[in-house]
């Protein structure tokens, strides 16, 4: 079974960007639709940002224009593209596959900070 290591996480403030990045331990190739999702302390996990194979995009409400997702179906990497971090984005960040009923299991994931 592919599993998912998340890195990239950190701490900035308001405004900034960080980048995540998505290993898989085998090929996400055959994988339909690939996810970023995220959890805040207290809350449910929800999702941020998916991506099909042939590389089709779709984001959340509270991110469009801010955040973007890309695939490398032959190097197996997930990566998010944060732009413009609000203090609302902390939590951690996890990778894996969509819909979240396909999700065997999670990973570590990354924890992201904004704050100033």
């Known amino acids: 079974q592919v599993q998912f290591v998340e890195s990239g996480g950190g701490y900035v403030q308001p405004g900034g960007a960080l980048r995540l990045s998505c290993t898989a331990s085998?090929?996400?190739?055959?994988?339909?639709?690939m996810a970023w999702y995220r959890q805040a302390p207290g809350q449910q996990r929800e999702l941020v940002a998916s991506?099909?194979?042939?590389?089709?995009?779709n984001y959340a409400d509270f991110v469009k224009g801010r955040f973007t997702i890309s695939r490398d179906n032959d190097k197996n990497t997930v990566n998010l593209q944060m732009n413009s971090l609000e203090p609302e984005d902390t939590a951690v960040y996890y990778c894996?596959?969509?819909?979240?009923?396909?999700?065997?299991?999670w990973g570590q994931g990354t924890q992201v900070t904004v704050s100033s």
């Open positions: 894996n596959r969509a819909p979240e009923v396909y999700v065997v299991s």
């Open positions: 991506i099909t194979r042939g590389s089709y995009t």
């Open positions: 085998g090929s996400i190739s055959s994988i339909y639709r």
